[in-house]
T-cell receptor, first 114, second 111 residues
Framework: DADVTQTPRNRITKTGKRIMLECSQT?????MYWYRQDPGLGLRLIYY???????NKGEISDGYSVSRQAQAKFSLSLESAIPNQTALYFC?????????????FGSGTQLSVL | SQKIEQNSEALNIQEGKTATLTCNYT??????LQWYRQDPGRGPVFLLL?????KEKRKERLKVTFDTTLKQSLFHITASQPADSATYLC??????????FGGGTRLMVKP
């Protein structure tokens, strides 16, 4: 079983729809992250959470919101999807205190907004 | 502005040769740098971390160098194999900040 699980793996939706992407982890890590990946642009940080009561905006948070329901669960919502939110979305975790620790990624969700 | 640059063109090499990938950065003073491997349809997987006070780090067939004067990291795979074909991402962190990724370089190793 994957340590970091994202659902769904693929989603096609229409402009204006509300979408939720879910992430769960069995690694016991406190820190969780949402990134989006666009061809040639690398991974860009959307939101991150260092524990259940902590939510922080990343580089590109506009148009997105998150919820940290439990240590193991971190969901990303698009309140009103638009076509330029079409991208590959990754959830990641890391163990704790040091910001230099490596990230563990899920397999991604390919989102297409028509 | 801060920028991390990796060659966007694919690197094609013959099996057995050494692959060298480059990561250049501007307007950063990174505390450390990481390299990840990404296969199609999968999330990135951590490979190596090198700190600003380290010149070189090795792991099996992998070697990473970090030159803070040139603002560059080189990632080497010796005795490359077709199974090494993937996209390789560099990521760096300045003290107190979050990890920032480059766009990645695709490596193709031909048998």
């Amino acid at each position: 079983d994957a340590d970091v699980t994202q659902t769904p793996r693929n989603r096609i939706t229409k402009t204006g729809k509300r979408i939720m992407l879910e992430c769960s982890q069995t690694k016991g890590h406190d820190r969780m992250y949402w990134y989006r990946q666009d061809p040639g642009l690398g991974l860009r940080l959307i939101y991150y959470s260092f524990d259940v009561k902590d939510i922080n905006k990343g580089e590109i948070s506009d148009g997105y919101s998150v919820s940290r329901q439990a240590q193991a669960k971190f969901s990303l919502s698009l309140e009103s999807a638009i076509p330029n939110q079409t991208a590959l979305y990754f959830c990641a975790t890391s163990p704790g205190a040091a910001t230099n620790e490596k990230l563990f990624f899920g397999s991604g969700t390919q989102l297409s907004v028509l | 502005s801060q920028k991390i640059e990796q060659n966007s063109e694919a690197l094609n090499i013959q099996e057995g040769k050494t692959a060298t990938l480059t990561c250049n950065y501007t307007n950063y003073s990174p505390a450390y740098l990481q390299w990840y491997r990404q296969d199609p349809g999968r999330g990135p997987v951590f490979l190596l971390l090198i700190r600003e006070n380290e010149k070189e780090k090795r792991k099996e067939r992998l070697k990473v160098t970090f030159d803070t004067t040139l603002k560059q990291s080189l990632f080497h795979i010796t005795a490359s194999q077709p199974a090494d074909s993937a996209t390789y991402l560099c990521a760096l962190v300045a003290a107190g900040n979050m990890l920032t990724f480059g766009g990645g370089t695709r490596l193709m190793v031909k048998p």
